[in-house]
């Protein structure tokens, strides 16, 4: 647990999102992308509104953008395993709840509940 909460305190910016070499087609029939050489760009994609957003990313910027979308990955990954550790923990807690509960007054017999 110890780690995972100095993952979540590192004080390093990230941007939210991935950040991957996109390769596709334009559409224009006379393109060389048509022939199979694919337009490449490099993009940061996130959810925003529901909808899947690319943002292409300028040469000057992609090697901080690359370790700031790393940074968030590492923060999400971090913060699940919190999040299941205190589910974890909170269970247990329950449990030792449920074991020393006892039921007060004590329901005498052939009375109705």
């Given at each position: ?52 957003r ?23 990954r ?19 709840a ?16």
């Amino acid at each position: 647990m110890g780690r995972t909460v100095q993952a979540l305190q590192r004080s390093g910016p990230m941007v939210q999102g991935s950040f991957y070499l996109l390769r596709r087609k334009c559409g224009k029939p006379n393109c060389r992308c048509a022939s199979g050489q694919l337009h490449a760009c490099w993009v940061l994609t996130r959810s925003e509104e529901g909808k899947d957003r690319l943002y292409c990313v300028p040469k000057d910027q992609r090697a901080r953008i690359r370790k700031e979308a790393a940074e968030y990955r590492r923060y999400q990954r971090a913060r699940a395993l919190l999040v299941k550790g205190h589910a974890q923990l909170l269970a247990l807690a329950d449990a030792i709840a449920e074991h020393r509960l006892r039921v007060w007054p004590q329901k005498k017999k052939g009375q109705p509940p």
